[in-house]
């Protein structure tokens, strides 16, 4: 398959997103639920998958399988934003309905990356 730039955008956005949890991790570390297991390693290996995935995006041979490691990384970080959603010292400041709005992002991101598998 092809790539086209939106696969190029996805690639970028997953690349510039994973960097974000080394540069500013207690963004990240703030909304893991707190029934999660040190918050500090778990948003290390979510930023590490992120880069390694999007890469992954650009290479052919292995952009299925990217495309379906990204699914499955969508999946396990949904509790972070529902706890987001729930936990006003989670919330980053955002208003309530902004963090309501995320919930349903998630499915167009995984469709998104449903398109590449």
Do not use: D
Request: charged fraction near 10%.
């Amino acid at each position: 398959m092809a790539h086209h730039w939106h696969q190029y955008l996805m690639a970028t956005v997953y690349i510039l997103a994973g960097l974000n949890h080394f540069r500013n991790p207690k963004l990240y570390t703030r909304i893991i639920p707190n029934y999660l297991p040190n918050p500090s390693l778990l948003n290390k290996l979510s930023g590490l998958a992120e880069i390694v995935l999007g890469i992954g995006l650009l290479f052919p041979q292995v952009s299925k399988l990217s495309a379906w490691g990204i699914i499955i990384l969508l999946i396990a970080v949904f509790p972070a934003n529902v706890y987001m959603y729930q936990n006003e010292k989670a919330g980053l400041g955002l208003p309530k309905w902004i963090r309501l709005v995320r919930l349903p992002l998630q499915l167009v991101l995984l469709y998104w990356a449903y398109l590449y598998t």
